[in-house]
């Protein structure tokens, strides 16, 4: 079975500032996605970025990249430039490329940005 | 706005009673995913349908079932409700069946059993 461990349950960082977010998980999967969802207080679920496995570069979208090490079963999330709009839970994902097609999450990650 | 609707938007009931939430998803999507979100368990996937037939199946009580109409739309029943039933329940959809395709989630159903 798939888990995935976020191991900070709350940050906080002053707007501007960088601040990287953890994320490992354990699979036998050789295949597979990662993902960095946000939800903020609105409830939303909305995809930050999504890493292929097999690629060996990291995902970028903007001020947001991951260090993925596959090796270590590691993938976090490092938000640059951080703003008052990225205050929100984060949840890490993992969803193998072959089998059941669930996203399994993390227990998400409370990021507060604060002014 | 994702494009995946989902009524109603919050829900309240009593123990013991059976409430359907409703999902359409964004136009052209064949698979629909059904998640639950609680205090207790977090994010938890419950059921996968593609094209009307039932994909995978994750961790759903048996006193919930669900199905997708020939319309593609999908309705989630919940049954015999109890407290620890409270949480939020999203729907996702999805173009194809595979993890190829990203799955955009709705705004979320929330449902308080009291």
């Known amino acids: 079975a798939q888990t995935v461990t976020q191991s900070q349950p709350e940050m906080s960082v002053q707007e501007a500032e960088t601040v990287t977010l953890s994320c490992t998980y354990d699979?036998?999967?050789?295949?597979?996605?990662l993902f960095w969802y946000k939800q903020p207080p609105s409830r939303q679920m909305i995809l930050v970025i999504r890493?292929?496995?097999?690629?060996?570069q990291n995902a970028t979208e903007n001020r947001f990249s991951v260090n993925f090490q596959k090796a270590a079963k590691s993938f976090s999330l490092k938000i640059s430039d951080s703003q008052l709009g990225d205050t929100a839970m984060y949840f890490c994902?993992?969803?193998?490329?072959?089998?059941?097609?669930?996203?399994?999450f993390g227990q998400g990650t409370r990021l507060t940005i604060n002014p | 706005d994702s494009g995946v609707t989902q009524t109603p938007k919050h829900l309240i009931t009593a123990t013991g009673q059976r409430v359907t939430l409703r999902c359409s998803p964004r136009?052209?999507?064949?698979?629909v995913y059904w998640y639950q979100q609680s205090l207790d368990q977090g994010l938890q996937f419950l059921i996968q349908?593609?094209?009307?037939?039932?994909?995978a199946k994750g961790n759903i009580l048996e006193r919930f079932s669900a199905q997708q109409f020939p319309d593609l739309h999908s309705e989630l029943n919940l049954s015999s409700l109890e407290l620890g039933d409270s949480a939020l329940y999203f729907c996702?959809?999805?173009?194809?069946?595979?993890?190829?395709?990203?799955?955009?989630f709705g705004p979320g159903t929330r449902l308080t059993v009291l």
């Open positions: 996702a959809s999805s173009v194809g069946g595979t993890s190829l395709n990203e799955q955009f």
């Open positions: 699979t036998s999967e050789n295949n597979y996605y």
């Open positions: 890493q292929e496995a097999y690629k060996q």
């Open positions: 994902a993992f969803i193998p490329l072959a089998g059941a097609q669930k996203l399994v």
């Open positions: 136009s052209g999507d064949l698979s």
């Open positions: 349908y593609y094209n009307g037939e039932e994909r």
